[in-house]
């Protein structure tokens, strides 16, 4: 498990420490792909991600202005017992003393640089980007392992569900579906850490090395969307069984299981497949109750710490990773969706123009 | 299958038949002439169908359905009706009780508060005859197994063997002690405590400490009076002896002084009548999730649509969407809490600004699969107006899904509500709403006899989230003409 | 399968190994759960608890409190003050070794660190938020830190030689050794200073500071965990009795460390008074826990603003002409049920957390007199007295009505919603003192302010009618606790005031008078200096201008520390270090808390009378 770990470790490490390339990476090949089939997405990709940029700036310059705005006192600890000009010396050592206009050039200048800055407030002097680099890996195995554990018990579930309307896993999983989203998460959380370890009698936290205590996180972690994976699919699946040509296909006599993954079931996997790769890409972020539960040093409240702390650089190299996630999963979700359904289409001409 | 073939077999057989039977008619015999009535030909196809009337057909025809619409109904209706109810609590006030002015906290007990002992028949009191019907008790002549709470709270149990005019005899580790009563008046007993060294005179002065557990003879709610420093117990619960000293006919228990009116769900740690603040929260959060919930869905299926069908302004809106949804809510909540000071209408303004966008991409979703379908095409090609697809073409199609949406649009941003408290940026305990209801009650969830503080918010929360799904789904069913068909 | 068999061999060797191991070295380890990670080890610049926590246990003053709260020799041996009373000279000991995380020897620690540290400390460039406590009585600091000189050599930080160092105040200073078991008078040694550069104290290495105290921080990471060992390498190693502290870290620590504390995964844990109230119906739990000690490093107070700077919808001028009038004001004191305000914090024992004056009892003692007991201030008692607050009410309302005051008088209460129970204070103030005093007469109106800047957007812009407000004690001295109340302060903005009660015959505020008269005492006489003060606390309070409340640090905790056993002071970092400290076979109980608190007095007492 630790080898294991350490790989896990330094493919995280690897993943952070090049987050902008890989993110490069992976829209050159998701492109290269759309080259081969789709020529016309190509074109289309290209031009989104152009003005992704713009949109970059827009976020960066808005999330700026907006943090420059926060209270001056939270930027300065021990405020009362300080004099006017050891305020202002502070507040120069943090660079908030220059014009805004300036203050955000040297930013920019930076940024172009590849240099995120150092962590004003969490940790202070560190480099933000070590610090994301640190905590990024867990989050993001934790993560994408919970995710595909919600896809394994979410989908069938959802698919049983719709098959047998009004039978047995209809009601189960209608009942798991209420459940998990009629009581609150930070409520079932603790209770599930609570007892789940009593009876696996093992600790409350979370440790690396030892594999028994992923078991309850990742567990738990997988619950809500697993709900939300079954409910849509099982809306989805409805809405298509009732149309005509699903219809003919049964009185052409197709297998009802055939019927059911060939056609319901692609069908109605379409608009569900659009927010895939973005939920893939957000397991980076990590989750707040889940980390804060076990003790996980993961990305889960980074950013709310952070910008509680008042911490600048390190909330806009977040909100810089999270932008790009989000730009980049919306698209590849859009490429994703009509490699699906071929009758989707982002290029050709229609609609209002 | 079997059976389908069979009915399909039976009825070429019949068209057969009824073929058979016109076989050998002329013309003229099967056929009239009809008037020409210049009404019928302004007719167009006419049905009575009605898509929503069938809709709610339909919707009705769901019994669990109907049951929840209106548990939901009767719940909402009640928020607005319980503070208007008699003898209700101020959710704020922070309850005292009368006897000592301490705070009331935690309790649990129905209409009284903590229980301290039980005491068994035959216990002695000290009463005092004031008409026929009631006694007068000074609750200070009990022979039982007391505990007492010293200054730093430790528990010692020892038996209280006899009261003196000031003095207490005590007995502690099988060894007699004497303790100093500081307040022999009344209801209070506060015993002067701490290390139960036995004085040498009588008249040395003890290390003297309080107890903070006031404690009165209780009865039932309905038998006990209070005036002054007595406490009135009915008669026929006591049996007077001609000392003057009373004994309990029955088991008695030992409380804090009931309160006028019960606290239905208890008390919570600050002391506060747990009943009124769940209600008062509920108004709150649906108030908070009922006006974000319009916005979301106002703004999101409007723009949902533009984003979706308006190719010219895909990419525009995209890289809008991009900008807001990637501003974390956090520092708009932080910002427009500092700017504004923190209240409802500031939470609901920093929700309604972000949580539209998740319903505008859903929308965008759902029409960017459906917008190319032949039928758009055709629609197109006849010159139909961009407004009329989008309204008579693309939206009855999404009807089923976005009721699902909306209807968990209200739960939804009541459970957002959960986690801004859960970061600390909620609303203070001094608006009561059920995020920081359950908030408080998960900080007890480990704290053994306090998770009823849980309990009570998370299962409003929970009844408004189950019947908004099902009534969601239910609606989400009966939307899809498909199923009009009865 | 041979391999497989090998391969459980291996498995076997290698846990009978580790059971070998630990059994042999049978560490003690006191483990605990910590949910505020620090954001810094640079000792030089921190000012938050937190964050001093660590640096008192790995990094030692020039002196220490011992247990019972007296200054005695830590890195200094023995020290002597000149004549004029400015210059402190300190002679070190020169046992006293810097190690790294590894506890391998890097140099002495001599008399250049703690130039260096002043040095460190008052460039500018390092925004040390611990710099004022340097500038504010050291001779040419604040120059130096203020860019007037670059020349060192104007400061009053001198090495006199390898292990002598000498400060020297700007005016003679009798408290000044009580500063020094502080953050910003700790050693740097130059030559790691110039090694790490940028890197020193940066909290994601252990590397990156040096160690010269009882522990060494042997593993940090952050967000995860962090381990104390024991300095191998301390001179006073013979003292430190606990051989590893592991601190896991966990936002939820407040929730699950009562639980892991039952479940024995850890050995401390705070305990809220909703689980106190809990624990303590079963005596089998009710005996793993025992009381917080009080050091008395905060002292809260309520206040009244005489600034007004709110909105007119809290009518700021109707306010002023109330808060102007005493009477009014000493309706509120008499009336005020701060037992019952108390118990929000702390509803087992509030009195306990009560003070009747602005500063605690046992930091400031002279020739065995407690400051809170000398002159003006003894006997001072705050007793509630609804008739007395009737009588004031009474006189006041008919003054009021004269002065042109609309009735109730609006009072604004803010509170900060991020700080736990502070609303419910509110409320219970609100409650009690409109039923004891009329809500015809005053209305009460608690908001809660911003959860981030509060202090800035109410209590230092004047946006308050009424609220509590707090100091944290920088040393041991009277004249700490008036910085709230001084003509420039930030608090009450008394200087505002136009009560005629409070002005002397010239027009001035007396409470001025006499606190400049209190500080231009001489240091030498402490009596007389320490009445002088008291006098001037006494007028605050029995003007009502003031209302004493106390400390907002109470309830339980659970705990396998003594904590008798370690350091004892209000201010410094005596209630940081783990230095003397056994770990206990079994949880410390309340029975057993008052006992060691007996002995505690007792030997205490025994002290001062063998002086």
């Known amino acids: 498990m630790n080898r294991l770990w350490q790989f896990f470790e330094a493919c995280g490490r690897f993943i952070s420490a090049h987050w902008l390339t890989l993110v490069i990476l992976i829209v050159i090949l998701a492109g290269f792909f759309a080259l081969m089939a789709w020529r016309h997405l190509v074109k289309y990709s290209l031009k989104r991600l152009g003005a992704s940029v713009l949109t970059l700036l827009i976020i960066i310059t808005v999330v700026f202005v907006l943090l420059r705005n926060m209270p001056e006192e939270g930027f300065i600890e021990n405020y009362d017992k300080l004099s006017k000009e050891q305020r202002l010396q502070k507040l120069e050592s943090l660079g908030l003393t220059k014009p805004i206009y300036e203050q955000f050039w040297n930013f920019l200048k930076n940024l172009f640089r590849g240099d995120f800055g150092k962590s004003t407030k969490y940790s202070i002097n560190r480099d933000v980007m070590k610090i994301i680099a640190e905590k990024a890996p867990l989050s993001m195995i934790l993560g994408v392992i919970s995710m595909a554990l919600s896809l394994v018990m979410g989908i069938p579930l959802g698919a049983a569900m719709a098959r047998k309307k009004g039978k047995f896993w209809d009601r189960f999983g209608t009942a798991f579906i209420v459940f998990i989203n009629a009581v609150p998460a930070a409520v079932y959380y603790i209770f599930i850490q609570l007892y789940g370890t009593k009876l696996m009698s093992i600790d409350l936290t979370f440790s690396r090395g030892d594999p028994v205590t992923w078991i309850l996180p990742i567990f738990s972690m997988s619950l809500g969307s697993a709900a939300s994976y079954a409910m849509w699919l099982r809306r989805y699946m409805l809405d298509e069984i009732n149309k005509d040509y699903i219809r003919l296909a049964r009185a052409k006599g197709v297998p009802g299981r055939k019927l059911m993954f060939r056609h319901v079931f692609r069908n109605a996997f379409v608009p569900m497949i659009q927010y895939i790769p973005a939920s893939l890409l957000y397991t980076v972020a990590g989750s707040l109750y889940i980390e804060s539960l076990y003790s996980i040093p993961g990305m889960g409240g980074l950013l709310v710490q952070a910008i509680g702390l008042q911490d600048n650089p390190l909330v806009q190299a977040l909100v810089m990773i999270y932008s790009c996630i989000g730009i980049v999963g919306l698209l590849l979700g859009d490429l994703l969706m009509a490699t699906i359904d071929p009758r989707i289409n982002f290029v050709k001409k229609g609609g209002v123009r | ?486 | 399968m041979k391999k497989l068999l090998a391969l459980a061999l291996c498995l076997m060797l290698m846990l009978s190994c580790m059971a070998l191991g630990s059994a042999e070295q049978a560490q003690t380890v006191y483990r605990t759960l910590y949910s505020g990670e620090v954001s810094t080890l640079n000792y030089l610049t921190t000012s938050t608890t937190n964050e001093f926590t660590i640096s008192a246990n790995v990094v030692d003053t020039l002196i220490e409190h011992d247990r019972f709260g007296q200054l005695v020799p830590c890195l200094a041996t023995d020290w002597e003050l000149s004549e004029d009373g400015c210059t402190w000279t300190f002679h070190l000991r020169k046992d006293a070794t810097w190690v790294n995380s590894k506890g391998e020897f890097y140099a002495n620690v001599t008399a250049e660190d703690f130039v260096t540290s002043a040095k460190y400390v008052l460039d500018a460039a390092n925004a040390s938020s611990t710099a004022w406590i340097l500038t504010d009585y050291i001779l040419g600091a604040e120059a130096y830190n203020e860019g007037e000189t670059t020349d060192f050599e104007t400061v009053g930080v001198k090495a006199l030689d390898e292990y002598t160092v000498a400060y020297t105040t700007f005016e003679p200073c009798p408290y000044f050794l009580s500063m020094l078991d502080y953050v910003c008078y700790m050693p740097l040694n130059a030559a790691f200073l110039a090694e790490v550069g940028d890197q020193f104290g940066v909290a994601s290495s252990p590397d990156n500071i040096l160690y010269c105290g009882a522990y060494i921080l042997s593993e940090l990471k952050p967000q995860e965990k962090r381990v104390y060992t024991k300095n191998q390498a301390y001179w006073d190693k013979e003292h430190v009795y606990i051989d590893a502290i592991e601190q896991t870290y966990n936002l939820e620590a407040s929730t699950l460390s009562p639980e892991m504390y039952l479940r024995g995964e850890i050995d401390a844990a705070d305990i809220s008074t909703e689980v106190a109230a809990a624990w303590l119906k079963d005596p089998d739990k009710a005996a793993r826990i025992h009381p917080v000690r009080q050091y008395g490093q905060y002292s809260y107070f309520w206040t009244f603003d005489f600034d007004a700077n709110f909105d007119e919808e809290y009518e700021p001028a109707n306010w002023l002409i109330a808060v102007n009038n005493e009477n009014f004001r000493q309706s509120f004191k008499f009336a005020l049920d701060r037992v019952r305000a108390k118990s929000a914090i702390e509803p087992n024992n509030p009195e306990d957390l009560l003070w009747d004056t602005i500063m605690p009892e046992g930091i400031c003692v002279n020739e065995g007199l407690d400051y809170t007991d000398t002159g003006a201030l003894s006997g001072m008692e705050i007793v509630m007295d609804t008739e007395k607050a009737l009588e004031y009410k009474a006189k006041a309302v008919e003054e009021l009505t004269a002065a042109g005051a609309t009735f109730p008088i609006k009072v604004l209460v803010p509170y900060n919603p991020s700080s736990n129970n502070w609303a419910n204070e509110c409320l219970i103030v609100e409650q009690q003192l409109e039923e004891a005093l009329g809500s015809d007469y005053i209305d009460l109106i608690v908001e809660p302010g911003p959860s981030s800047g509060f202090l800035g957007a109410v209590r230092r812009s004047g946006n308050y009618a009424f609220l509590k407000c707090n100091w944290g004690l920088d040393f041991d001295d009277p004249v700490n606790l008036t910085e709230p109340f001084k003509e420039t302060n930030n608090y009450n903005f008394m200087i505002n005031a136009t009560d005629p009660a409070l002005m002397g015959e010239d027009g001035t505020l007396e409470y001025y008078k006499l606190l400049n008269a209190a500080k231009a005492m001489p240091g030498n006489d402490v009596n007389a200096r320490y009445e002088a003060f008291a006098e001037a606390e006494a007028y605050l309070i029995n003007h009502a201008i003031v209302i004493p409340y106390g400390s907002d640090n109470g309830g339980y905790t659970a705990s396998l520390l003594n904590t008798f056993e370690g350091q004892f002071g209000a201010t410094g970092l005596a209630s940081c270090r783990y230095k003397g400290m056994h770990l206990l076979d079994k949880p410390m109980s309340t029975s057993d808390y008052f006992e060691a608190y007996l002995d505690w007095l007792d030997e205490r007492d025994a002290l001062i009378d063998a002086e």
Not at chain 2, 4 to 31: C, H, M, P, T, W
Not at chain 2, 272 to 284: E, K, V
């Open chain 2, 1 to 486: 299958m079997k059976l389908f073939f069979e009915g399909k077999k039976r009825r070429v057989e019949d068209n057969i038949n009824q073929a058979a039977k016109y076989a050998g008619l002329s013309d003229e015999e099967l056929f009239t002439l009809a008037e020409f009535d210049p009404d019928a030909g302004e007719k167009t196809g006419y049905s009575n169908y009605s898509y929503w009337r069938s809709t709610f057909r339909a919707f009705l025809h769901n019994r669990l359905a109907l049951f929840m619409l209106i548990i939901l109904t009767l719940l909402v209706l009640f928020t607005f009706v319980q503070p208007l109810l008699p003898d209700q609590y101020d959710p704020l006030k922070v309850q005292t009780n009368p006897l000592n002015n301490s705070k009331i906290i935690s309790a649990r007990a129905p209409s009284t508060t903590t229980v301290y002992m039980s005491v068994p028949a035959g216990t002695m009191l000290y009463a005092k005859k004031v008409d026929e019907e009631w006694y007068g008790v000074r609750n200070s002549g009990l022979t039982i197994q007391s505990t007492v709470t010293t200054k730093g709270s430790n528990l010692v149990y020892f038996t209280v063997l006899d009261y003196g005019e000031e003095w207490t005899k005590i007995e502690y580790e099988d060894e007699i002690y004497y303790i100093k009563k500081t307040d022999t008046d009344g209801a209070l007993i506060e015993f002067g405590f701490r290390k139960l060294t036995k004085p040498e005179k009588l008249t040395d002065t003890p290390y003297v400490t309080y107890s903070n557990n006031c404690i009165a003879l209780y009865a039932e709610p309905e038998d006990i009076s209070q005036d002054g420093d007595y406490l009135y117990v009915e008669a026929q619960y006591l049996d007077v002896r001609e000392d003057g000293t009373a004994v309990t006919k029955g088991e008695t228990e030992l409380r804090d002084y009931p309160s006028k009116m019960p606290f239905l769900l208890g008390t919570n740690s600050a002391g506060q009548d747990l009943w009124a603040r769940i209600w008062s929260g509920t108004r709150t959060s649906l108030w908070i999730g009922f006006v974000v919930a319009v916005f979301e869905v106002l703004i999101g299926i409007v723009v949902g649509i533009i984003w979706g069908y308006v190719r010219a302004l895909d990419r525009i809106i995209t890289e809008i969407y991009n900008v807001i949804d990637n501003i974390p809510t956090t520092i708009i909540l932080v910002l427009v809490s500092y700017i504004m000071r923190p209240s409802i209408s500031t939470l609901i303004l920093a929700m309604s600004l972000t949580r539209w966008l998740g319903m505008a991409r859903f929308i965008r979703n759902q029409i960017i699969i459906i917008r190319d379908r032949d039928y758009n095409l055709a629609s197109r090609c006849l010159g139909t107006e961009p407004a009329r697809i989008m309204v008579k073409n693309l939206l009855p199609y999404l009807v089923s899904v976005i009721m699902l949406r909306m209807a968990l649009a209200i739960p939804n941003a009541i459970s957002s509500e959960v986690f801004i408290t859960y970061i600390g940026l909620g609303l203070s305990v001094k608006t009561p709403s059920l995020g920081n209801l359950i908030i408080e009650g998960k900080r007890l969830i480990t704290v053994e006899g306090q998770q009823y503080q849980l309990l009570y918010s998370s299962l409003v929360l929970s009844v408004i989230t189950i019947s908004f799904y099902i009534i969601g789904n239910a609606f989400a069913d009966a939307a899809d003409p498909k199923n009009h068909v009865l």
